[in-house]
Each structure stands twice: as C-alpha cells, then as structure tokens.
C-alpha cells in the first residue's frame, strides 16, 4: 500500500528508533494503529463519517471509533482492572448488541461523543498498560489469560479495523494509505 | 505461555481467517475488485501474503537467495494487477501461499524464545526477529481487515 497520505516528516507515527523488547514494541504498535485509525477519519464531516461506504456492510468510520472506545473500555476498565460488573459502552439499546455501527449516525453531536468517548478511553488504556505486568493472569469467563494476550489482540483488533478504515476511506474520497 | 508461542498462535488464526474467506468462491468472486474504487480483491491480497510471509521468513529471517514472489523484475504492482479470474491463476496462489506459511512454520519451529532479540542492520534499516514476527502478525490483521469487507460485499459472508 502506498504511502500518499502525509508527506514524510510530517507523519506523526515516524519513529525515532525502532523499539526493543515485548512491552515497548506491542504498546508501540498499539499507538501506531490507534493514531492511523484517527487519520483515517481525519477531515470529514458527520456524513462521510456516519456513511456506509463498502455496502453491504453497516460499518462506517463512526461506528468503528466508537466500536473501538467500546475495545478499550471492557479490556482495560473491565477486564484488566477486574470491573466486570461495568456496562459496555455502546450497550444501552439491549435490543440492537451492534448500536455502536447501528447507532452512529451523522449528527454533530453524536461524532463529538465519540471522540471525547475514544480519546478518554484511549488514554485511560495507555496509563494501565504502561505499568502492568505482560505475565500477569486475569480472569476472563471460565479461564485465566495473560495480560500479554490481551495486549496482543487489542493491536490486531485495532490492525484488522484499521484494513476496514482502509476501504471505508477509499470508498469516500479515494485517499489511500498509511 | 511465551511471547513466541502467543505470537504463533495469532498467526495461526489469522492464517484460519484467510482460508475461512477464500473458501467456496469461484476464480470470477476471489478476483472480483468488490469495494471499488480500491483495486483489492481476495487473490491479490493471498498473493500479497504469500509475498510477505516470504520476504520476512524465507529472505529476511533465513537469508535465502530467490527472487521475491508475484513481483517478477520488481513490479510490485503485478501482486494485484494479475490477480485475474483464471483458475490455474487461483490454484497457484493459494498453493504458493500455503507452502510459504509451510516454510514459515519450520523457521519458527527452530526458534527458541530468547532469539525474539536477535537484531540486525540490513542495508538500509534496523530489524530483529520481535519486529519481523509482530509486523507480520499486524500487516496480516490489516490484510484480514480488507478480506472481511471485500468477501461480504461478494456474498454477504461476514464474520472471524
């Protein structure tokens, strides 16, 4: 995939130097997406943000910000901080299990929500998994995972919804990239 | 369980992933360019994993000398671009990449925890054996990404 997003040097996940070891380089990818998923939404307006733009899909860049708010949420607060008894977001229509893609419609508002929603999750995720311990055991339903799994799957979570950030973007004004 | 045991066991169902999208459609559906107007479609993206795989397992990690797959004389483009409905095109792209992910497999298999952090300085940028398996973990996720889309737009299949 062609980079024809930014110029080089104006690409705010350029690196330094590459990172070492487990944690810098998981969380450091976890950045990478999390700060190209924000890109991709960059510069529209709450229309091109609600529109399903790859029919049949009902996704749209909207309902992918707040699904992934909702990602951050129930892995951090929920199950790396052991809160389970929290709603997940995006759950307050019992009857609809994917409001968060159902729900984002082009309204100001509700593009507003989503971004002050992703943003303080986002950094709320940052701080814990800066200080936890990657060999950690949460419990998790019937069994006891890693906090390195989790870390791990939040990036490829982000990464495979980053591929349909991709398409939705390119179906709306053709930018690639990045 | 260790960091290169959980790195393979995400790799390993990602690799599932890919099988589930491809599996039971025709050489016109894997072709197809079904989100236009991006020029993606499932076999030029099987192709394009095929390409990777190769390049970070069999030219990178193993140092073997062979000319990178599906980009004959550096035409990087010829990955999608001759990703055509053609059956024997189809056969060879899957066979290609199954036997890549085949040899991937036996470059981790002689991998021992600690060589995560063996590092080098190829021409022109840094890389270790952490950064090879993680880019190729996420550059399959992103890909599976493209999949999900480019299959339900096929036949409404969705789904891991």
């Known amino acids: 995939m062609s980079d024809t997003w930014l110029p080089s040097g104006e690409d705010p996940r350029e690196q330094k130097a590459p990172p070492r070891g487990e944690r810098e380089v998981v969380l450091g990818y976890l950045h990478f997406y999390r700060q190209t998923l924000e890109l991709k939404c960059q510069g529209l307006d709450a229309e091109r943000l609600a529109r399903r733009a790859v029919p049949p ?52 508002e509700v593009v507003e929500q ?11 995720a940052e701080a814990w998994l800066a200080q936890d311990d990657f060999d950690r055991l949460v419990p998790l339903e019937d069994e006891e995972i890693e906090v390195r799994d989790i870390a791990v799957h939040l990036v490829e979570e982000y990464a495979r919804h980053c591929g349909h950030a991709d398409l939705l973007r390119e179906c709306i004004d053709g930018r690639t990239g990045q | 369980m260790t960091e290169l045991e959980n790195l393979r066991r995400w790799l390993t169902d990602l690799r599932a992933t890919v099988e589930r999208k491809v599996e039971g459609l025709s050489a016109d559906q894997l072709a197809a360019r079904s989100a236009p107007p991006s020029e993606l479609s499932i076999l030029g993206l099987v192709r394009h994993l095929a390409q990777m795989e190769h390049y970070w397992f069999v030219l990178t990690l193993s140092r073997a000398d062979e000319p990178r797959l599906f980009v004959p004389d550096g035409d990087w483009d010829a990955q999608f671009r001759d990703a055509v409905a053609d059956d024997a095109v189809v056969v060879d792209a899957l066979d290609t990449w199954r036997a890549v992910c085949a040899r991937a497999d036996t470059v981790m298999d002689h991998l021992e925890p600690a060589d995560l952090e063996i590092e080098w300085e190829p021409e022109d940028r840094k890389g270790s054996v952490r950064g090879a398996l993680t880019q190729v973990l996420y550059e399959y996720s ?17 789904g891991e």
């Open chain 1, 57 to 108: 899909s009902s996704m749209s860049l909207l309902g992918l910000l707040r699904h992934m708010a909702g990602v951050e949420h129930s892995w951090n607060k929920r199950v790396l901080q052991g809160h389970l008894e929290l709603t997940r977001l995006y759950r307050d229509h019992p009857e609809d299990r994917d409001w968060d893609f159902n729900g984002a419609v082009e309204d100001d």
């Open chain 1, 114 to 124: 989503a971004w002050t929603s992703w943003r303080a999750e986002v950094a709320d």
């Open chain 2, 142 to 158: 992103r890909h599976c990404g493209h999949l999900d889309l480019l299959r339900e737009a096929i036949d409404g299949q969705t």
